[in-house]
């Protein structure tokens, strides 16, 4: 089962532009692994089938990739990230990222934390067990990110309060979304501009099977 997962995962990103190399599949696979063992005991995802996992976890999760050049030593913050998607996963891809993954469950946050060590990952990521609206308060972490990154938490309205303080003046948040966003975008235009922000547009990933589209915001002028 193990080596036929590894075969079909290469496959899969082969087809689709993101070829892997053998250290890559080796660290997903484990992913894969560990999730599923995990999973047995602590609810960190409705996905069980190997299938589902390469597609709506692992290849979703660097599809963002297709439009957004998230390059070697930038700073990536993943809010909401449940059990490591997308940020850990993006990390793999993208090894020289700088990484900080944010999620309020601590059973979530001892499942990333283990795997980040046995995927040899802890020496280049920051994982803290804390809620967002907390997280964005502190000083150390304001005004300090190239991307901020989520995907299945809050709308954009009400996650725009503590995602917007996150970024550096010329970052980037990239909200992971599933079918239409024109409601949600619309209901966001005055938190938007409350907090000086705005919407740059709306990406959709060339892979249908996804069904995903990311919401692109940035700040104004470098006002929180």
Not at 48 to 62: A, G, P, Q, T
Not at 125 to 138: L, P
């Amino acid at each position: 089962m193990e080596m036929q997962f590894r075969h079909q995962l290469e496959e899969v990103f082969n087809r689709y532009g993101f070829p892997l190399t053998t250290e890559q599949i080796e660290q997903l696979t484990r992913y894969r692994t560990e999730l599923k063992r995990w999973n047995a005991r602590v609810n960190l995802t409705a996905v069980h089938d190997d299938n589902e996992v390469i597609y709506k976890h692992f290849l979703d999760s660097v599809s963002v990739l297709e439009h957004f050049a998230i390059a070697e030593g930038q700073t990536v913050i993943d809010v909401g990230t449940g059990a490591g998607f997308p940020g850990v996963v993006l990390k793999i891809y993208v090894p020289n990222i700088c990484l900080t993954l944010v999620e309020a469950s601590h059973k979530k946050v001892a499942f990333l934390k283990f795997l980040i060590s046995q995927l040899r990952l802890d020496l280049s990521i920051q994982v803290f067990a804390e809620r967002a609206e907390h997280f964005a308060k502190t000083d150390e972490f304001v005004n300090a990110y190239d991307w901020v990154l989520t995907r299945y938490v809050a709308s954009l309205e009400k996650s725009a309060t503590y995602c917007l303080p996150l970024l550096n003046s010329t970052g980037r948040w990239l909200a992971y979304k599933s079918g239409e966003t024109d409601a949600e975008i619309s209901q966001s235009k005055e938190v938007m501009y409350k907090l000086g922000a705005v919407i740059e547009g709306v990406c959709t990933s060339r892979i249908a099977q996804l069904n995903r589209s990311y919401v692109v915001v940035r700040r104004v002028n470098g006002q929180n």
